[in-house]
């Protein structure tokens, strides 16, 4: 561990500055990336659960094609072939981006929308194991699908669904690893540079290793408290039971 305490070749700091700067990075990705896959995971969810139309076959599309590719040839679509699809001035100020911004919203982008398509999957299942009669009830009361879904079907979905949404929330942290090979310094990034610079590979993924452990835990107990806060009654006591 004396490693973190030695200076840098540029002598402008320590390799301690060098791994909080990859974490730092690599928990700005994975939040950011979160909130993209939440959102759009609901709506694509949402729109697998319709009753009929264009909608549901679109979300069968969407998550048809972004689950079935690998999340690596994914990035590499974001970072180097659309630029080059787009119009080319559009494309060439995405490629004019800054450091680290021109790997970062690539990468955010991509991870963002890869698990989209996994929490959309759960959000169908979630909405298409309450009972049937529960649409029927909202239809009387007089809501329309809009309200239906936001005040009474999405609610009791998440409850459900909560434990494969811990599971994924701690699998996006562990799949930001890949931005480095598009020149994102994340944590694991800083780790290969650090063993370049130092050549000692057991310190520098060690402690890389750690602190991957280390965010794994906080985030499963911050949905493990989540799960027990919005628990549904009816699991709660058959567990107690048990």
Do not use: H
């Amino acid at each position: 561990m004396s490693l973190l305490f030695e200076t840098t070749p540029d002598g402008a700091g320590r390799y301690i500055d060098w791994i909080l700067n990859g974490l730092t990075w690599t928990l700005s990705l994975a939040f950011g990336a979160w909130a993209i896959a939440l959102v759009v995971g609901t709506l694509v969810g949402v729109a697998r659960t319709l009753p009929g139309g264009i909608w549901p076959r679109l979300g069968r599309v969407y998550v048809e094609t972004f689950r079935n590719i690998p999340l690596l040839v994914q990035m590499f679509f974001w970072y180097f072939v659309l630029p080059e699809l787009l119009p080319q001035r559009v494309g060439l100020a995405i490629k004019q981006m800054d450091p680290p911004w021109g790997s970062f919203v690539p990468a955010l982008i991509c991870l963002g929308l890869f698990t989209a398509a996994r929490i959309a999957e759960q959000v169908r299942a979630g909405v298409q194991a309450l009972p049937t009669g529960q649409r029927a009830a909202a239809s009387a009361l007089g809501f329309g699908r809009g309200g239906m879904y936001r005040l009474i079907l999405l609610p009791q979905a998440f409850r459900i669904i909560l434990p494969t949404l811990t599971n994924e929330f701690m699998t996006i942290f562990k799949n930001t690893s890949v931005a480095l090979t598009i020149g994102l310094v994340e944590l694991t990034a800083t780790a290969r540079e650090i063993n370049e610079n130092t050549f000692r590979t057991f310190e520098a993924y060690g402690v890389v290793t750690l602190v991957y452990l280390a965010i794994a835990l906080v985030a499963w107990l911050l949905m493990y408290w989540i799960e027990r806060a919005a628990q549904l009654p009816s699991l709660a006591s058959g567990s107690a039971r048990k």
